[in-house]
């Protein structure tokens, strides 16, 4: 079999393969299970040696600066990815079908398929290219089309990333006031002791509430947004969401005040977006190498709860619960 057969074959799917990933990365809302996928290659590629290579820099705000450029500049590689394997996709259609594409100098192959592709992604339209064929007439077609709505979608793309750091970023700054920098939950209890302020700590959970629903919604939809890091130090969504559970948890199984009910349904949607979360990014759940509340610090945690005026059981059955909502995340 001839070779120009196989490469429109080959550029058809490669062309299809890429359309979909931007379809699903771009405009589907909905979380994609399969396995493969060119955009998850693309970032356990590119992360890892990232990663990596932060370690050799400073802690701080040195290693915050390095990582933070990570997802802007992703973002736009992976965009300028899905153009090139587009223009490769039109070439080798181009050259399977005869090489319709030709200069005015009457040259074509190859060389002039990829150039002509190229230049009409991008709507360049070069002067000194001519279709002869009716199947190149077609494919400039469908190429200058496909440009057009790739663009577009890309313009429209930006814009919603952007709006959608910046809600999550608000109430994480936010916390700082409420919980400390790096927020704990011991300091949000901390700080809302007293009668008088718990009638705000549940209004505080239903905020927590609406902000994991949307972190759910726009991080399954937008996975790129997870590798934006927060501007200021010791901020992050992933510190504050877990601050946030925790703080739940500890109203939950300690504390024998009114703010259950907000917490236990902050609780449950902070847990959904954080279970979701793993999904998306195909994350096994691993026990923490280090116990972040071992024994001594739970006293602690009792005694300054006490201390600021929140009735805190000290039972059998209340460490229980609290061991076993912990374990849920």
Same mark, same amino acid.
């Given at each position: 079999?001839?070779?120009?057969?196989?490469?429109?074959?080959?550029?058809?799917?490669?062309?299809?393969?890429?359309?979909?990933? *931007?379809?699903?990365?771009?405009?589907?809302?909905?979380?994609?299970?399969?396995?493969?996928?060119?955009?998850?290659?693309?970032?356990?590629?590119?992360?890892?040696?990232?990663?990596?290579?932060?370690?050799?820099?400073?802690?701080? /705000?040195? /290693?915050?600066?390095?990582?933070?450029?990570?997802?802007?500049?992703?973002?736009?590689?992976?965009?300028?990815?899905?153009? *090139?394997?587009?223009?490769?996709?039109?070439?080798?259609?181009?050259?399977?079908?005869?090489?319709?594409?030709?200069?005015?100098?009457?040259?074509?192959?190859?060389?002039?398929?990829?150039?002509?592709?190229?230049?009409?992604?991008?709507?360049?339209?070069?002067?000194?290219?001519?279709?002869?064929?009716?199947?190149?007439?077609?494919?400039?077609?469908?190429?200058?089309?496909?440009?057009?709505?790739?663009?577009?979608?890309?313009?429209?793309?930006?814009?919603?990333?952007?709006?959608?750091?910046?809600?999550?970023?608000?109430?994480?700054?936010?916390?700082?006031?409420?919980?400390?920098?790096?927020?704990?939950?011991?300091?949000?209890?901390?700080?809302?002791?007293?009668?008088?302020?718990?009638?705000?700590?549940?209004?505080?959970?239903?905020?927590?509430?609406?902000?994991?629903?949307?972190?759910?919604?726009?991080?399954?939809?937008?996975?790129?947004?997870?590798?934006?890091?927060?501007?200021?130090?010791?901020?992050?969504?992933?510190?504050?969401?877990?601050?946030?559970?925790?703080?739940?948890?500890?109203?939950?199984?300690?504390?024998?005040?009114?703010?259950?009910?907000?917490?236990?349904?902050?609780?449950?949607?902070?847990?959904? *977006?954080?279970?979701?979360?793993?999904?998306?990014? *195909?994350?096994?759940?691993?026990?923490?190498?280090?116990?972040?509340?071992?024994?001594?610090?739970?006293?602690?945690? /009792?005694?300054?709860?006490?201390?600021?005026?929140?009735?805190?059981?000290?039972?059998?059955?209340?460490?229980?619960?609290?061991?076993?909502?912990?374990?849920?995340?």
């Amino acid at each position: 079999m001839s070779a120009q057969p196989l490469a429109f074959a080959a550029g058809a799917v490669l062309l299809l393969v890429v359309l979909w990933e *931007a379809f699903e990365t771009i405009v589907s809302p909905r979380r994609v299970s399969r396995r493969f996928r060119l955009t998850r290659l693309f970032y356990r590629v590119t992360w890892l040696p990232c990663r990596a290579t932060a370690t050799l820099v400073p802690q701080g /705000r040195r /290693r915050e600066g390095f990582l933070s450029v990570f997802g802007p500049i992703s973002l736009l590689v992976l965009l300028m990815i899905w153009a *090139a394997l587009i223009v490769l996709g039109y070439a080798l259609m181009q050259w399977g079908a005869g090489s319709g594409m030709q200069t005015t100098a009457g040259r074509h192959g190859w060389t002039t398929d990829l150039y002509a592709c190229g230049a009409t992604l991008f709507t360049l339209t070069p002067g000194d290219l001519v279709p002869a064929s009716r199947c190149a007439r077609v494919l400039v077609v469908l190429e200058a089309g496909t440009g057009i709505g790739l663009f577009a979608l890309v313009i429209g793309y930006l814009p919603v990333i952007s709006q959608a750091f910046s809600r999550r970023e608000v109430n994480v700054s936010l916390l700082d006031a409420r919980a400390g920098s790096p927020p704990s939950a011991a300091e949000l209890m901390i700080r809302h002791a007293g009668e008088e302020h718990r009638q705000v700590l549940s209004a505080l959970f239903e905020q927590w509430e609406a902000w994991c629903a949307d972190l759910l919604e726009t991080h399954v939809s937008f996975p790129v947004l997870a590798y934006y890091r927060s501007q200021h130090a010791n901020q992050s969504w992933v510190a504050a969401l877990t601050a946030v559970l925790d703080a739940c948890v500890l109203v939950l199984a300690l504390s024998e005040d009114q703010s259950q009910r907000a917490a236990r349904l902050t609780f449950a949607m902070a847990r959904h *977006a954080a279970v979701d979360l793993t999904l998306v990014f *195909a994350l096994r759940p691993l026990p923490p190498q280090v116990e972040r509340l071992p024994p001594d610090e739970l006293a602690q945690v /009792r005694e300054a709860l006490r201390a600021a005026g929140w009735r805190v059981r000290d039972t059998p059955d209340a460490e229980a619960k609290l061991h076993r909502l912990r374990a849920m995340y």
